[in-house]
């Protein structure tokens, strides 16, 4: 076996190593902090002593608490999330071209609304704000004008939020811009 071979076989067996400290030091008589999956789209969960809701993709992540415990809910749990308030109830009318919750701006809500329209996903409007894929204008939510409402929509909302180009087909109105 040559020297090369030799280095690897130490590198590795060292990282196994170092890999299953890690893993033991992870419980204790107290704890257990094994690795767990939710392999779910959502929903709830309960025992006879606790209840459990929640939604893949929530855009409210945060802190709830009882007297005894404490839920930090959001991809990055433990790490400072931005003050969530009250939801303003959308206003319809002059809102931007690409805004399909009718909140008068278009944000990744919006892009996130189309994409579970595309997935055959329950997407919730604020009445008057139109069904996505409605025959509004002349497809409520096609923000490239092709007809239809697809993943391109999406993307093309999610690129705008993002501040990269958003290339449109004359004469189908830029993202964001005002009827």
């Known amino acids: ?17 170092v890999a299953l400290g890690v893993v033991l030091a992870q419980s204790s008589t107290s704890f257990d902090l094994s690795w767990n999956v939710l392999g779910g789209g959502g929903g ?12 893949v993709g929530q855009t409210a992540p945060g802190t709830s608490e009882s ?19 009250p939801t303003p109830t959308p206003t319809p009318g002059p809102g931007k071209f690409g805004d399909v919750d009718c909140n008068a701006s278009v944000d990744a809500v919006d892009g996130l609304k189309l994409l579970r329209y595309v997935a055959g996903l329950s997407v919730s409007q604020t009445e008057p ?5 409605s025959p509004v204008a002349p497809v ?15 993307l093309k909302a999610l690129r705008y939020v993002a501040g990269l180009s958003v290339s449109q087909t004359e004469p189908c109105p830029d993202l964001g811009s005002s009827p």
């Not at 076996?1 to 190593?17: E, F, P, Q, R, Y």
């Not at 704000?129 to 894929?133: E, L, T, V």
């Open 129 to 133: 704000c139109p069904d996505i894929g």
């Open 44 to 55: 709830s969960s309960s025992s006879a002593s606790f209840g459990l809701g929640g939604t």
């Open 67 to 85: 007297s005894g415990f404490q839920l930090d809910a959001g991809f990055w749990p433990g790490v400072a999330a931005p003050a969530v308030g």
């Open 1 to 17: 076996m040559n020297k090369g071979k030799i280095a690897v076989l130490l590198v590795a067996s060292l990282v196994g190593l």
């Open 140 to 154: 409520f939510g096609d923000v490239d004008c092709n007809g239809s409402v697809d993943a391109v929509d999406s």
